[in-house]
T-cell receptor, first 111, second 117 residues
């Protein structure tokens, strides 16, 4: 899988938008960008994924640049419960597409 | 519907003992993955099952680790002669298995926290 690069940490005020960046400059044309998060002591939770187009669901929006070399996960109105480690993962479409987790970015939402 | 469940939620064992960890995937999901997460580390892939195909065991760290999946549903991860470095959270995930893997979302269970004394 292509490697991703994320900042180590960031913080955000409650109620504001949290914009989490991710670089994946070596992504291939058939690789998806996935975002998961892990709240302390819980299993990873799927957030969103995309290939080329921007995506939005009830949790977040995913903005992928036109060259697909970077993306941004947007949590539109962060709450204290959004404090977690967020993982940006680039994933091949092979039969066994295991997820390769890096260190992720620790988002701290402050009151 | 019910998500992925794992048991036990916590397990403390003595070095040298064998342990079995159980995973119940989401009903109807044919793809099942095991990962482990050591303290402060990212997730490490262990093994993957897809339907009746031979499992991908490429991530198992040693021959002390094995896993099976009976009836295409429940899976058991077995660690023989446990060592202290086996202490970690063991996570199971499942996906429908209908699309090429990279196009499917994996849903994770809460994990089993294993502590080897």
């Amino acid at each position: 899988d292509a490697k991703t690069t994320q900042p180590t940490s960031m913080d955000c005020a409650e109620g504001r938008a949290a914009n989490l960046p991710c670089n994946h400059s070596t992504i291939s044309g058939n690789e998806y960008v996935y975002w998961y998060r892990q709240i302390h002591s819980q299993g990873p939770q799927y957030i969103i994924h995309g290939l080329k187009n921007n995506e939005t669901n009830e949790m977040a929006s995913l903005i992928i640049t036109e060259d697909r070399k970077s993306s941004t996960l947007i949590l539109p109105h962060a709450t204290l419960r959004d404090t977690a480690v967020y993982y940006c993962i680039v994933r091949a479409t092979g039969a066994n597409s295991k997820l390769t987790f890096g260190k992720g970015i620790t988002l701290s939402v402050r009151p | 519907g019910a998500g992925v469940s794992q048991s036990p939620s916590n397990k403390v064992t003595e070095k040298g003992k064998d342990v079995e960890l159980r995973c119940d995937p989401i009903s109807g999901h044919t793809a099942l993955y095991w990962y482990r997460q050591s303290l402060g580390q990212g997730l490490e892939f262990l093994i993957y099952f897809q339907g009746n195909s031979a499992p991908d065991k490429s991530g198992l760290p040693s021959d002390r680790f094995s896993a099976e999946r009976t009836g295409g549903s429940v899976s058991t991860l077995t660690i023989q002669r446990t060592q202290q470095e086996d202490s970690a959270v063991y996570l199971c995930a499942s996906s429908p298995g209908r699309l090429a893997g990279g196009r499917e979302t994996q849903y994770f269970g809460p994990g089993t926290r294993l502590l080897v004394l």
